[in-house]
Every structure is written in C-alpha cells, then in structure tokens.
C-alpha cells in the first residue's frame, strides 16, 4: 500500500480494499483500544411492536439433509427455521461476563446482520400478511409491518432477508469491518439453507433486487428502522420454497407498493459513536442495482457421505469456533474428503443456495490428513477461474492432480507449510496447528468488470458461504473449524507468485479445520430456558 492511501479517501471499492489489508507491520486501521462505553447492543429489538415467541423443537432429521418431506409451514416450523438459522447456540461466563454464542457464526462475535421475514397469514401468528423482524434473544418474531390482506406472496414460499449493522463490527474492527460484514452475511447465507433442509424447504438467493428495493421491502428506509448513527444496509433477499416445483415470478414492486402499516421502533445499540467514515463510503461504492438474473451456474454431483447419528440440529447447534488446535490430531482421507467436497458448487444442500457462479479457488494448507502429504494445494471450484490462477501464480507449482475421489484437488508443492499458514493468518496459530487450512483466492478484476462493484460483496459472500459449509461438515466429522478474517493480503498474493499491485487474484478470507483444544474455564449455559423447549 502506498503511504498516501491512508492520506486521502478511497474514490472506489477497489481503493478500499487496498486501504483495508493487513500486513505484517502495518494492520488496517481499527480503533486503538476498545471503548466499552460505546460497545453495542448485541441484539436488534423493536419497541412498540407485537412479539410472538416461537416454538423450540430438538428434533431434526440426519445431516446434511434435506428432509424428505417438506414441513408445512406452520409456527412450528418457522421456530426450528429461525433457531437453526439464527438462534442462540449457548451462554458463555467468565469471570465476571456473560455472553451469547448464535447458531450462525460471526466475527469477533458481534453479530452485524439481522434478518427479517415476509410471510403469508400463519395460523398462531397473524390472520394476514406481515413482515417480521426475528429476535434471537427472545427466539421470536417481532411484528414491524402488517399487510391488509391475507396473501401477498406466490404460493409455495416465504422471503427472508439479511441485512447487517456495519457499526456492530467497526466498534472493534475499524475500516476492515466492512468486508467482515459481507463474509457474516455468506455465512449466514449458509446458516439459512442448512436450516430450510432441516424442514425439507429450500433456500434461493436472489440475485435480482437492488438494495433500494430490499430496504423499501423491509423498512430500512424508515427514520424508525435504525438510529443515525447506526446505518443497518441490506445484504440479500431469499426465497424459501416450502413446497417442491418452480418457483412463482416474484413482484418485489407490488409488495413494496402494498397497502401495509409499519409498528415500532428500533432499539439505540450504542450511547455513543466513532465516525468509520470509509464504511459509509464502502456501503455506497457497493450499492446494488436491479441485475439480471445470471445464468445458472454450472454444478456438478459430489458424493455425499452420510453421517450415522448426527442430525442437523447437532451440527448445527454444536457448532463452535475452535480457539486453539491440538497440534497433534490428523484427520482420515474420507473426513478430509467430506469436508472440501461440501465447499464445491453442486446441489449440496448449502452451495445451490448460491445464484451466482464460482469464483473463489480454494489453496488449502495441508498439515495433517491421513494419507495426503503435508504441503500447499489447490481445491479447483471452476475450471476457467483455476486456469487463469494457474497461469497468474508460480510458475514452479507442479498443479499435479491428486487422487482423491475424483475431486479437483491439486498439489502445488509437498512440504510442511504449518510456518506459512500461521504467519499469514496474522500468526494466529489455530492456522498452522488444525489439520488444514485455507485461503479463499477470488478472481477479483473479472467480478468487478462482470458484476460492478457490488461483485466485491458477492466474492465475500461466496467465501462467507464456504467458510459455513466447512464449519458445519468440520462439526459433522468431530472436529472443529474457525473462520479466519485476520490475514495479511499482500503477503498470501506473494507466496502464490501473484504480481504486487496486481489485482486479478484477491484472498478474500481464511478458515482453519482440525481438533480443538477447549477452554474449561469458560462455563457453559443453555440458550433458552428449559421449559420453552417442545418434547415428543
Ligand atoms: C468472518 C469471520 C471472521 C473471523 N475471524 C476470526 C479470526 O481472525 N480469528 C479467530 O480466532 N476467530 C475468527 N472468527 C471466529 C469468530 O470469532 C467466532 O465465530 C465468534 O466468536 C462466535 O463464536 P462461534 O463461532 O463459536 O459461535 C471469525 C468468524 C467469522 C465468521
């Protein structure tokens, strides 16, 4: 990065993201230390508004899914769906603190994306039309606007959308929040689809909509929706198909239009504020346009492993960021399998959730897998995208395909690459003591020539999305994973031979697979209490 980045204001994405890595003596610019004062609010709760809690149900069918029979949509089933999606996961304490793990990931833990749903009339819920706000803390729905009909949407389904609190990250994380933001929202992506499997539903991003419909959709347009100083953008539309069979053509303009009265009152998150003036800057350099909808993206079948004994709401719910790896454990050739097949674009359960097509190759840092010699690869997610990396990257690479199940896998160079791993995850040792790691290498210029610069949010939510398909297969096979947004940029774009300055290859983020060490002193609480739970 030239000194005179930091001097003046990014005119771009594509400056912000230069201004925005981190290197190894020099780290983006966050705050100097942490005003508790100003720490936000982790929960999103609207005053003035009906609150409906929702049923907790502990039984799922067996991992990955889907269910074989679709759930009809009923309050039950949107109590699994939400829980699983974005519930609370546990209480932590110690020494002195208390706080609460959710059931999608998020950096640093501070939860920057809310979610909303669009619904038909619901039995036990409302006799027409509504749009809710779902509140993990209470595990229910809060009621922000009600339509005058019963019916609003096309048969067969339900909208959710993401939207995220950028401040929640710059609290800790200054101007590199804006990225964290986009991967939490990939992850939630993720989170969403596990859990419509889990109901035998489906979920679908939509690719068309523009922000400014999103928000008009959700409120976000509304003096009452946030506070001034707490922006909350939107992320994403999905369509949940509850029922098999095409999708109806969805008139995003006539629910806008809808007559439809709004309620409440976000909650303030902080008494007080530090300007990240750069994440504004960010949020209106990305601002999405209607787009077309892409073509559909090409897909192959992975072999997908079954998991005798573990249900999705295991997975799901025992999922938990590692924060120190043993060192030791390796993992068997079929998990090591499993787990970077799930990462592939196919109709897996969590990446056909996914409208755009592949452009994140995945370079795994193998350290122990059985059978697989320890060193750098490459995991091929599409051919194009794989050629051209190939060409841009060392010439001295061997790209030697590996026998692993048909999968693309290719071997770079064989040798321990523990040391490298952890010094380019910003030395976090989780990186080089898991089994493997990994950097999410995007092709950058082309997305931002093809797509705008709203592609700079879909590349984060392609890693995001990768990264919560490894959280939860990491689970599934009894080992643990952490996302890693902690990395020195330009430092991985060296190791690969990737020209400085140049900017067709961009890592995007890291993720680190293996045996967790546990903290014991941490105590641990149920999410919810007790007797809200439904038993059979
Ligand atoms: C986008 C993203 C980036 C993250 N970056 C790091 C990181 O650099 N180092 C780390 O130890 N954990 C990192 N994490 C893990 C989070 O701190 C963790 O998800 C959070 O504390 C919640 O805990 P849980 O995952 O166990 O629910 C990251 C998670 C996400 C989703």
Redesign the pocket.
Known sequence: MSSDDRDTMPTDIRGYHRRTKHAPNRYAMGPGFLDWTSQPKAFRLFEGVTQTPLPLIDETPAFPGPAPQPAALDLRALGLFLELAFGI?AWKSYDGSTWA??NN?????LHPTESYVLLDAVAGLASGAALYHYAPLLHALEERAVYTTERVLPKGGFLLALSSVPWREAWKYGERAYR?CQ??AG?AIGAVAQAAAALGWRAQALAEPSDGEIAALIGLDRDDAWHRREPEHPDLLMWIATEPGPATPLDLFALIDAPREFRGQANRLSEDHDGWPIIDLAGQFCRKPRQPRPQAPPRAQWPAPSFEGVSIGAAVRK???A?KMDGTSSISREAFSALIASTLPSESTLLSAFPWGAAITLILFVHRVDGLEPGLYALQRDADVAARLRAASRQEFEWALVEQGGLPLYRLYAGSVEKEATKL??L?P?SGKGCFSVAMIADFDRALADDGAFAYRRLHFEA?LI?QAL?LWATAVGIAG??????FDDTVHELLGLPPGDTQFQDV??FTVGAPVEDTRILTLPPYPDDRRERR
């Open positions: 996961s793990l959710r990931p998020s950096s640093g833990n964290y991967l939490d992850h999922r938990r960021s924060q995850a910003c976090q989780i995001g990264g959280y952490t996302g890693i947004g902690c990395f983020y890291h």
